[in-house]
């Protein structure tokens, strides 16, 4: 791992919600493309922001109208941005960030009498011309730290500017999606340049438009990639022979074969797949219409998403029921969403137990859980006890190696009996844009980079099916 990771400096707050804020002060960033201003991990709670600017809404802010600037020119040190969005992300890590060479002075030393007992965090003012970040206290310890900061610095100046043209007011063509796919259309989901380009998206041709779809993408695709024909999991290798069953039931509702009435004429049958989000967050507050493209890539069959969780927050244009009771609505009539605020063990109690569940027509989704954080593990493992007594199959993302290693772990420990189904392995369609958390901007992940998977034990559909 290149850069430190500074777990502790989490804020404690969250161990009240169900899910651990997936990208620490990472959450700010994501909420610009995801049309929210949830900041979860903000220390100080008092602390608000302005609703982001959204390249989704075509409301900007009667203030920031002014603000619209040349797509040519991306570049700006964030203090003097002239997106209002980008100057608060400055002054965030003004107050919450920390000078790397500051912290590694108050480094305890083996020289005793050099120990240094009044380390305060020092929060980074000086931003670094080339990146336009505040990485340093000061210009002197900026100068002393820049071998390190070069290591990251590029990184950085590529997120300035892709979070600059997001807001630039540019016709972003990139997010006209395509619409229905053709029968005779054949997707590859090989990565994501065979994808766009067989699936049709119309302006995918730069690394930056790459970047800003993938990132609302992600999650949709994601679960697609699983299941699709053509999916990058390999078998056997990855896919266990328990995952290969689990996967082989749900393709029976995604590819419904003709099937032969009673009278004689032909049907398809059109079973719902259910798709659950447990800990559900950002992927909750997607436009309702980015879900239409997993919809598209299975035709036949109709789709129910459940968002479950505290935060599971939709989007603006989602007409909501009443607050914090669950409520459905549908896009159209292949495509319906439930959001409930339950935490995943009382939305199963409540629903009457693992027999409301159907291996062949139910999967599960936990888009970052953080099993391994302190503040959520223990509410995550009652969640987890009943994941496993549905025996439906159970995918797992993490935002870099480190935390999908770290909730495996976490996992394992809990004890319980599962069978593995897919082997953690790199995601192919993780995000492809970079977060950097605002509390230490060398730490930079990617949404959904890593993708495990697994399953309650004793997987007895046919015996379950003999007794109905
Ligand atoms: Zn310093
Ligand atoms: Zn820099």
Known sequence: MMFARAHSLLPTFRGALRIRPRHGLFSVSESAVMRTT?????????????????????????SEKATIFSPKKLF?????????????RAALINNYGVCPVCEEDARPTADA?????????TAPKYECPDCGYPT???????????????????????????EHDLRSGRKMSEFEFPGPQGFDETVNM?????????????????????????????????????????????????????????????????????????????????DTLRIYLVGARAEASLPPHIWLQLAH??????FHVYFIGPEAIPAREVPTGEPGEPFSTSLDARLTFTYDPSLYH?????????????????????????????PTRDVWQPSVARLLE??????????????????????????????????????????LKRDVNLEDVRQQIFANWGIWGFRGKRYEVTQEEAEK
């Open 346 to 374: 009382d939305y199963h109690d409540r629903l009457g137990g693992a027999n409301n569940f159907d291996p062949y027509r139910d999967v599960f989704f936990l888009f970052s859980p953080g099993f391994a954080q302190p």
């Open 76 to 88: 700006y040190p964030l203090s003097k941005s002239p997106v209002r969005e980008m100057r608060d």
């Open 390 to 431: 549905t025996k439906c199959a159970v995918f797992v993302t993490g935002f870099d190696e480190e935390d999908v290693n770290a909730d495996i772990k976490a996992f394992e420990q809990y004890h319980m009996e599962y069978d593995w189904i897919l082997k953690p392995r790199e995601n192919t369609f993780r995000s």
């Open 190 to 270: 090989a990565n994501w340049d065979i994808f766009f380009y067989t699936r049709g998206f119309p302006s995918m041709d730069t690394d930056r438009s790459m970047r800003h779809v993938s990132k609302l993408l992600t999650y949709p695709i994601t679960i697609a990639s699983v299941f699709h024909q053509s999916s990058p999991l390999k078998v056997d290798k990855e896919i266990t022979p328990e995952g290969l069953r689990s996967i082989a039931a749900l393709r029976t509702t995604l590819y419904p074969r003709q099937e032969l009435a009673k009278d004689g004429v032909t049907f398809l049958p059109t």
């Open 136 to 162: 340093h206290c000061s210009k002197e310890h900026y100068l002393k730290g820049k071998a390190d900061h070069d290591k990251y610095c590029a990184a950085l100046r590529e997120a300035n500017e892709d």
């Open 297 to 302: 890539l299975f035709p036949q069959t109709p």
């Open 113 to 121: 009498n050099k120990q240094q007992h009044d380390y305060k965090r």
């Open 38 to 62: 949830r900041t979860p991990l903000l220390r100080n709670t008092a602390l608000s922001f302005a609703r982001p600017l959204s390249f989704f809404s075509p409301s900007t802010p009667e």
